[in-house]
Antibody, heavy 123, light 108 residues
């Protein structure tokens, strides 16, 4: 079945970087945009950006421009999200989520989600 | 940035009752609004997209309506598994998709 399997929890110090992976299976990886959404403890959802796995093209939320990098490796159907210069308020669960639409026509709703990766930023 | 304001913050209802959740946008998003359900410790699940279209596998008791700035998610008769937090999300403002702060539907 269609699923997204994310990498395990991370603990990082302020100023460090973290790279989260998201392995897709059960569908054509290059056929759907991948979004990244985060959720701070007890808070709501925040869209970070998306990647077109076919072209590698990315779009980032303005808030994360300059700190986030989304990449992919099509040979292993895996998307990555790297966040740099971590701060304590980056502590959150980070989700990858597949777009509802088929490349190139992204719909920008998310119909398949990974289970999330907890990133804790603490000195 | 388009701000989505959900109300109420918490809705206390009994199984079998009707739930009506509201999402108001700070400017028009046309019909480009979705609803998600999230249970504790789980990822969100897409329920409704483009205001009124049920996602695959979503029961008919979930329905969405609205356009412009005012949207409603209705659960016609609450089942025990429907007690959760619900978020709205807009895709109108490129490339800055935003979510509401959520409405918790709890058992009364």
């Amino acid at each position: 079945q269609v699923q997204l399997v994310q990498s395990g929890a991370e603990v990082k110090k302020p100023g460090a970087s973290v790279k989260v992976s998201c392995k897709a299976s059960g569908y054509t990886f290059t056929g759907y945009y991948m979004h990244w959404v985060r959720q701070a403890p007890g808070q709501g959802l925040e869209w970070m950006g998306r990647i077109n796995p076919n072209s590698g093209g990315t779009n980032y939320a303005q808030k994360f421009q300059g700190r986030v990098t989304m990449t992919r490796d099509t040979s292993i159907s895996t998307a990555y999200m790297e966040l740099s210069r971590l701060r304590s308020d980056d502590t959150a669960v980070y989700y990858c989520a597949r777009d509802l639409g088929v490349v190139p026509a992204a719909i920008n709703y998310m119909d398949v989600w990974g289970k999330g990766t907890t990133v804790t930023v603490s000195s | 940035e388009i701000v989505l304001t959900q109300s109420p913050a918490t809705l206390s209802l009994s199984p079998g009752e009707r739930a009506t959740l509201s999402c108001r946008a700070s400017q028009s998003v046309s019909s480009y609004l979705a609803w998600y359900q999230q249970k504790p410790g789980q990822a969100p699940r897409l329920l409704i997209y483009d205001a009124s279209n049920r996602a695959t596998g979503i029961p008919a008791r979930f329905s969405g309506s609205g356009s412009g700035t005012d949207f409603t998610l209705t659960i016609s008769s609450l089942e025990p598994e429907d007690f959760a937090v619900y978020y709205c999300q807009q895709r109108s403002n490129w490339p800055s998709w935003t979510f509401g702060q959520g409405t918790k539907v709890e058992i009364k």
